[in-house]
């Protein structure tokens, strides 16, 4: 018995050797790939790119992972595999500021654990190429998040570092003024100035500014915003008004702007409250966030019309919001279109501006140069019902799904296998490069079965 174990995992052994074996000598045959002007066009979609004011059919060409080519036609000869997108809308990958991500901890009840979700099975199939993890960890567990989460994942994971040392561990936790310290946070953010791109205050529950004044000295000193999640629990004591006229600067975020639970809405004219208007003309930004408990139709539909739209499209995405009224970041996109917003508008919302609140602003975009995250939507026509906290429901016609996805240059999501061959295609020349525009090479290319009709 033992001995045939041994052989067995000596053989198995031998296979593995095999595989690698050949996927060496593949790699190596990948530097055959003829050299032309690009590996990747795009081609006939809508391109959407706010930041350099592109709103248009055009073709979008990508070399090396990086955006090439925008114009309004690119020749296919020029590049490796061209895709056609006819009907679709081009856009750059889109970025969450709000998500919660660092899972894996096995705390219970916890951000720092249970309560947060792996991001790659949330992003990609919903265009998404980079989130930003709102605090679930501060300056003391930080580095256990980054090397459980951020450098295995394929998103491209940024953080806000919570306040509390300790990170969104629960109430214990996030209430103990001991463990805010703006010195501690700041020289955390500072040894990890790619990742961290801002300082988190979140569920604070008695009447101090501590949490918010640390935030602002980290943020400061880091020259990183302040993301605000202003808690439930509202004393008189630290109004919302002074918050963001006095006590925020200029570029920090307000997460949650359509919650309620913090006098977000004028009472009277159902607009947004003076706090919220002078916050806006001091450079606050807005943000969604909208989550398990924090977005209410009854708010966002008059601010809205009352022209007070978000600066940022966010999700607060964590294991209370992912099957409920929030659902995924173009889940948020169409219910804000719902509530009147623009499909320009909303695509901003999840691309350029985003990137400059969290100081990225080499994200977010399709100029020449920049990193070739590219998000391929659908703008679905139907009866749609989108949900908000209170399990209201508002009716839509519009809904976007994502078609591709790209991150780095390379194709992370197909919906519809629109960049495959079909399964009994001949070998397009061009196939064994596939490696050069999408993650899902090497695919060896089998010839199909003669027919063998003798088969049951
Ligand atoms: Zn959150």
Request: charged share 25%; proline share 5%; glycine share 8%.
């Amino acid at each position: 018995m033992i001995q045939s174990f041994y052989k067995r995992s000596a053989k198995s052994l031998a296979c593995c050797c095999a595989v690698l074996s050949l996927a060496a000598a593949s790699v190596h045959a990948y530097a055959q790939a003829p050299n032309l002007a690009y590996d990747l066009i795009l081609q006939n979609g809508h391109v959407i790119d706010d930041k350099n004011h592109v709103d248009t059919v055009m073709d979008v060409a990508i070399k090396d992972g990086k955006i090439a080519k925008v114009a309004p036609h690119i020749a296919s000869s020029d590049a490796l595999k061209t895709i056609d997108v006819k009907g679709l809308y081009v856009t750059p990958g889109l970025i969450d500021i709000h998500v919660h991500v660092y899972a894996g901890t096995g705390e219970r009840n916890s951000y720092a654990g249970d309560n947060s979700l792996p991001p790659d099975g949330f992003t990609f199939r919903v265009g998404v190429t980079t989130v930003v993890d709102a605090g679930c960890s501060g300056w003391r567990n930080f580095e256990d998040f980054k090397q459980r989460i951020i450098d295995r994942s394929k998103t491209r994971v940024l953080a806000l570092l919570n306040i509390v040392g300790s990170g969104m561990r629960g109430d214990k936790y996030e209430n103990n003024q001991q463990d805010m310290s703006g010195e501690e946070t700041a020289k955390m953010a500072l040894k990890y100035p790619d990742i961290v791109v801002g300082i988190k205050t979140a569920h604070y529950a008695g009447p101090e500014w501590t949490p918010v004044d640390q935030a602002v000295i980290a943020g400061t000193k880091a020259n990183i915003p302040v993301m605000v999640d202003f808690g439930s629990n509202f004393p008189q004591s630290r109004p919302l008004y002074d918050l963001l006229t006095k006590k925020l600067r200029p570029g920090d975020i307000y997460t949650h702007m359509y919650s309620g639970l913090r006098n977000e809405q004028d009472p009277e004219t159902k607009g947004p409250s003076k706090g919220m208007i002078e916050g806006r003309k001091r450079g606050i930004w807005f943000d969604t966030g909208t989550g398990g408990g924090s977005f209410k139709f009854s708010l966002a539909i008059p601010m809205i019309k009352d022209g007070f739209i978000p600066d940022s499209i966010s999700t607060d995405l964590h294991i209370g919001s992912m099957n409920s009224a929030t659902k995924d970041e173009l889940n948020v996109a169409s219910k804000m279109m719902a509530t009147g917003l623009t499909l320009q508008q909303v695509v901003a919302e999840m691309t350029s501006h985003p990137a400059r609140e969290i100081k990225r602003e080499e994200l977010g975009n399709l100029s020449v140069g920049s990193v070739a995250d590219v998000a391929v939507l659908r703008l679905e026509d139907g009866h749609f019902g989108f949900t908000d906290m209170v399990n209201g429901r508002l009716d839509g016609t519009k809904k976007l799904t994502d078609e591709i996805t790209i991150k780095d240059g390379k194709i992370v999501y197909d919906l519809n296998g629109m960049e495959a061959s079909k399964w009994d295609a001949a070998p397009e020349p061009n196939d064994a490069y596939a490696y050069k525009w999408t993650s899902f090479a090497p695919r060896p290319h089998v010839k199909p079965e003669p027919s063998d009709n003798n088969r049951h």
